[in-house]
C-alpha cells in the first residue's frame, strides 16, 4: 500500500501531541482513566493509519492509564492470521483492524466481533464529544450487519475519484467531465496517438479491473450482487452495458497494453503526462502533487466521478476497527477504538497524509486546509463523494475469487470480446462458489 506521508502539510503547532490528548479528554463525566492498569493488544494490518495511531499510542497510555502493545502485519498476512485467531476463539488480540470490503461478511458469519452499540449508548463509556453521527452512511452501513449489529467502527474510506490535466483540457477547449458519454468524448478528442498520449488510463489488469468496472456500474444505479447477497447480477442488461462502455474506453483511449495495468502503472502514466484523464482512489493523490516526480503537479484537476445513464455514485473502501468477541478486556478496547476514531485522530490522519476519514468534519476543518497543499477542489471532491459513495465491492467471504473470475473477463473485453458472452461464462463459473458460500 502506497504511504501518502505528503498528502497534507501541518502548520507548526497544529495537533501537537500535548493538545491532541487534551482535546480528546476534555471531558468531565466521562472517566478516561476508568481502566486503568488494563493491558490491551491491538492488531493492524500495515497501514499509514496504523503508523499515526502507534506514533500517538503513549498518548493514549497518558490518557488512559493503560498500556498497549500493537503491532502492523502485511495485509496477505494479517487477514488470514486474523481469521485463524478468530476461528480458533482465543484471539490474541483485544482490538483489530479490519478491510470491510473484504472481510466484512466472514467477520459477520463467524461472529467474531462485540456489538458496538451498547458501548456507543453507555455514558459512562463513551464520551459526551465522540459525535458518531459525524460518520458517513457508507462507512456506517458497511460497519453494520443487517440485523443491525454493529460490529466496527469505520476507520478510513478510501474513495474513487477522477483525475485530470488541466493543460490539456484547455488546449482542447474542454470541460471537465460531468457524465459517462462526455467522459467518453473528451477521452476521444484528447488522445492523440502521435504524442503517446491516451485520453483515458485505468486498471485493466485482471482482479485489479474489476474495481474500476465496479465503479461504472453504480452510474447505472447497480451493484454486484444481490440486496441479499444470493444473486449475481453480473449479466444483466445494465451490467453488459456497463462492460461495453468499460471494454471501449480502455481499448480504445487507453495506453497500449492497458491489460497489464494496475494502479500503480495508471498513477505513473497520468503523472509523466501520458494519459489526460485517470480514474482511481484519492488516496494515490499525493504522488501527483510531488513537483520532483509528477509532470501534471500544476496542472492536476480532482473531481467526483461523473454521472451513468441513471445515477451518479463512487465506489468506496472501508476499514475499520473493532473489538474481538473473545477479549476479556471489551470496556478498555472500546475506549481504544473511541480514541483511534476520535476527531482529534481522524484530524491527524487527514494532515499527515496518511488517509481519507470516514469523518465529514475532518473535511470542513480550516486549519488542516489552509496548511494543505491540495486546492480547495481536492477538498471539495472528497465531500462530494463522500455524499456519493456505495460499496465497490460485493459484500462475500469470496472477493477475491469473484475478482478473478470477473477479471478474465474484462481483460477479454477490453481485447475485443464479446460483453454479455463473456459476462455470462464468468458469472456461470462463479455462480457454484457462491452457492457453497451460502450453504
Same mark, same amino acid.
Given at each position: 500500500?502506497?504511504?501518502?506521508?505528503?498528502?497534507?502539510?501541518?502548520?507548526?503547532?497544529?495537533?501537537?501531541?500535548?493538545?491532541?490528548?487534551?482535546?480528546?479528554?476534555?471531558?468531565?463525566?466521562?472517566?478516561?482513566?476508568?481502566?486503568?492498569?488494563?493491558?490491551?493488544?491491538?492488531?493492524?494490518?500495515?497501514?499509514?493509519?496504523?503508523?499515526?495511531?502507534?506514533?500517538?499510542?503513549?498518548?493514549?497510555?497518558?490518557?488512559?492509564?493503560?498500556? &498497549?502493545?500493537?503491532?502492523?502485519?502485511?495485509?496477505?498476512?494479517?487477514?488470514?492470521?486474523?481469521?485463524?485467531?478468530?476461528?480458533?476463539?482465543?484471539?490474541?488480540?483485544?482490538?483489530?483492524?479490519?478491510?470491510?470490503?473484504?472481510?466484512?461478511?466472514?467477520?459477520?458469519?463467524?461472529?467474531?466481533?462485540?456489538?458496538?452499540?451498547?458501548?456507543?449508548?453507555?455514558?459512562?463509556?463513551?464520551?459526551?464529544?465522540?459525535?458518531?453521527?459525524?460518520?458517513?452512511?457508507?462507512?456506517?452501513?458497511?460497519?453494520?450487519?443487517?440485523?443491525?449489529?454493529?460490529?466496527?467502527?469505520?476507520?478510513?474510506?478510501?474513495?474513487?475519484?477522477?483525475?485530470?490535466?488541466?493543460?490539456?483540457?484547455?488546449?482542447?477547449?474542454?470541460?471537465?467531465?460531468?457524465?459517462?458519454?462526455?467522459?467518453?468524448?473528451?477521452?476521444?478528442?484528447? %488522445?492523440?496517438?502521435?504524442?503517446?498520449?491516451?485520453?483515458?488510463?485505468?486498471?485493466? =489488469?485482471?482482479?485489479?479491473?474489476?474495481?474500476?468496472?465496479? %465503479?461504472? =456500474?453504480?452510474?447505472?444505479?447497480?451493484?454486484?450482487?444481490?440486496?441479499?447477497?444470493?444473486? =449475481?447480477?453480473?449479466?444483466?442488461?445494465?451490467?453488459?452495458?456497463?462492460?461495453?462502455?468499460?471494454?471501449?474506453?480502455?481499448?480504445?483511449?487507453?495506453?497500449?497494453?492497458?491489460?497489464?495495468?494496475?494502479?500503480?502503472?495508471?498513477?505513473?502514466?497520468?503523472?509523466?503526462?501520458?494519459?489526460?484523464?485517470?480514474?482511481?482512489?484519492?488516496?494515490?493523490?499525493?504522488?501527483?502533487?510531488?513537483?520532483?516526480?509528477?509532470?501534471?503537479?500544476?496542472? &492536476?484537476?480532482?473531481?467526483?466521478?461523473?454521472?451513468?445513464?441513471?445515477?451518479?455514485?463512487?465506489?468506496?473502501?472501508?476499514?475499520?476497527?473493532?473489538?474481538?468477541?473473545?477479549?476479556?478486556?471489551?470496556?478498555?478496547?472500546?475506549?481504544?477504538?473511541?480514541?483511534?476514531?476520535?476527531?482529534?485522530?481522524? =484530524?491527524?490522519?487527514?494532515?499527515?497524509?496518511?488517509?481519507?476519514?470516514?469523518?465529514?468534519?475532518?473535511?470542513?476543518?480550516?486549519?488542516?486546509?489552509?496548511?494543505?497543499?491540495?486546492?480547495?477542489?481536492?477538498?471539495?471532491?472528497?465531500?462530494?463523494?463522500?455524499?456519493?459513495?456505495?460499496?465497490?465491492?460485493?459484500?462475500?467471504?469470496?472477493?477475491?475469487?469473484?475478482?478473478?473470475?470477473?477479471?478474465?473477463?474484462?481483460?477479454?473485453?477490453?481485447?475485443?470480446?464479446?460483453?454479455?458472452?463473456?459476462?455470462?461464462?464468468?458469472?456461470?463459473?462463479?455462480?457454484?462458489?457462491?452457492?457453497?458460500?451460502?450453504?
Amino acid at each position: 500500500m502506497i504511504r501518502r506521508r505528503h498528502l497534507l502539510q501541518a502548520s507548526a503547532g497544529l495537533l501537537a501531541a500535548p493538545a491532541l490528548v487534551e482535546k480528546v479528554g476534555a471531558q468531565s463525566a466521562f472517566d478516561w482513566k476508568q481502566f486503568k492498569g488494563t493491558k490491551l493488544e491491538v492488531n493492524f494490518a500495515k497501514s499509514p493509519r496504523a503508523d499515526v495511531l502507534q506514533a500517538h499510542q503513549k498518548e493514549f497510555e497518558e490518557l488512559t492509564g493503560m498500556k &498497549v502493545g500493537s503491532e502492523q502485519i502485511p495485509e496477505q498476512q494479517q487477514r488470514p492470521k486474523v481469521a485463524l485467531e478468530f476461528s480458533s476463539g482465543r484471539p490474541s488480540f483485544d482490538v483489530v483492524n479490519v478491510a470491510l470490503h473484504v472481510q466484512k461478511k466472514q467477520i459477520e458469519k463467524g461472529n467474531w466481533m462485540a456489538d458496538i452499540r451498547p458501548f456507543l449508548k453507555d455514558p459512562k463509556l463513551t464520551a459526551a464529544d465522540y459525535d458518531f453521527a459525524d460518520f458517513g452512511g457508507p462507512g456506517v452501513r458497511a460497519a453494520t450487519r443487517a440485523d443491525g449489529l454493529m460490529h466496527t467502527i469505520p476507520l478510513n474510506q478510501d474513495l474513487f475519484i477522477l483525475f485530470w490535466n488541466k493543460a490539456m483540457f484547455a488546449e482542447k477547449g474542454l470541460g471537465v467531465p460531468k457524465t459517462y458519454d462526455e467522459l467518453m468524448a473528451a477521452a476521444a478528442k484528447l %488522445t492523440d496517438k502521435s504524442k503517446n498520449v491516451a485520453g483515458f488510463v485505468g486498471r485493466g =489488469l485482471k482482479n485489479a479491473n474489476v474495481v474500476l468496472y465496479d %465503479t461504472f =456500474l453504480l452510474g447505472y444505479d447497480q451493484e454486484t450482487i444481490s440486496a441479499d447477497g444470493k444473486t =449475481l447480477l453480473m449479466d444483466t442488461p445494465a451490467a453488459i452495458a456497463c462492460a461495453e462502455y468499460y471494454g471501449k474506453l480502455l481499448r480504445d483511449y487507453a495506453p497500449q497494453g492497458v491489460v497489464g495495468f494496475n494502479w500503480n502503472e495508471s498513477q505513473t502514466t497520468f503523472s509523466q503526462a501520458r494519459a489526460a484523464m485517470w480514474l482511481d482512489g484519492v488516496g494515490f493523490s499525493a504522488p501527483l502533487m510531488d513537483k520532483t516526480k509528477s509532470k501534471v503537479a500544476e496542472n &492536476v484537476g480532482f473531481a467526483p466521478v461523473p454521472a451513468g445513464s441513471k445515477a451518479r455514485n463512487t465506489a468506496t473502501f472501508i476499514d475499520g476497527i473493532g473489538i474481538a468477541e473473545g477479549s476479556k478486556n471489551k470496556g478498555a478496547a472500546w475506549l481504544y477504538c473511541q480514541w483511534a476514531t476520535s476527531k482529534a485522530m481522524c =484530524l491527524e490522519m487527514l494532515r499527515t497524509g496518511s488517509g481519507t476519514p470516514a469523518r465529514a468534519s475532518s473535511y470542513t476543518n480550516d486549519d488542516v486546509q489552509k496548511a494543505s497543499p491540495f486546492p480547495k477542489e481536492w477538498f471539495d471532491t472528497v465531500k462530494e463523494s463522500l455524499k456519493l459513495a456505495r460499496s465497490g465491492l460485493p459484500e462475500i467471504v469470496a472477493v477475491t475469487e469473484f475478482r478473478d473470475t470477473f477479471g478474465i473477463a474484462l481483460t477479454n473485453i477490453i481485447g475485443g470480446a464479446d460483453a454479455a458472452t463473456e459476462l455470462r461464462k464468468a458469472t456461470e463459473a462463479f455462480k457454484p462458489i457462491l452457492a457453497k458460500e451460502l450453504a
